[in-house]
């Protein structure tokens, strides 16, 4: 099978849990302490191959939300799937992803994703037990701790996620 595949892919969860960070690690494989708040939406691109075919991933880095009302699910149409991120110092933003999940779900369907716990190099401040990650495995979720600032788990979660939609 040859070809190009262009797939959009939002980037959703609540805010600071590292979106940008993620979005940045994966493109350019930089990471940067300063923080800067996505206004609206930051739009990246990144082709990989999946079985001798292009995959160009268009990355919409969306604002995160903590009131989830709020999010435009305006930005998800034309997903073809998405990358939830929470931050695995902050339980909250576990309970904000699983809210974006059921609004996305609701609205678009059942598409594709995959749950970022990012953060994970802050190992003195990780507040999500094992057992809870794997609850979220058990459920069928693809669930993996990630850091944006090692790039622990980052390529893998895309290329995941890319693979899933290739198919």
Known sequence: MSGTL???ICMIGAFSVGKTSLVKRYVQSVFSETYLTTVGVKIDKKALDVSGRT???ILWDVAGEDDIS???????????GYVLVADGTRPSTVDV???????????YGPLPFVLLLNKYDLTDQWEISD???A???DSGWW???TSARTGEGVEEAFRHLAVSLAS
């Open 6 to 8: 262009q797939k959009k």
């Open 55 to 57: 995959v160009n991933l």
């Open 70 to 80: 709020s999010l435009r699910m305006s930005y998800l149409r034309g997903a073809a």
């Open 97 to 107: 992803a699983l809210s974006l999940r059921e609004r996305v779900t609701t609205e």
């Open 131 to 133: 057992a809870a990650l």
């Open 135 to 137: 609850g979220l495995r």
């Open 143 to 145: 669930a993996r701790p």
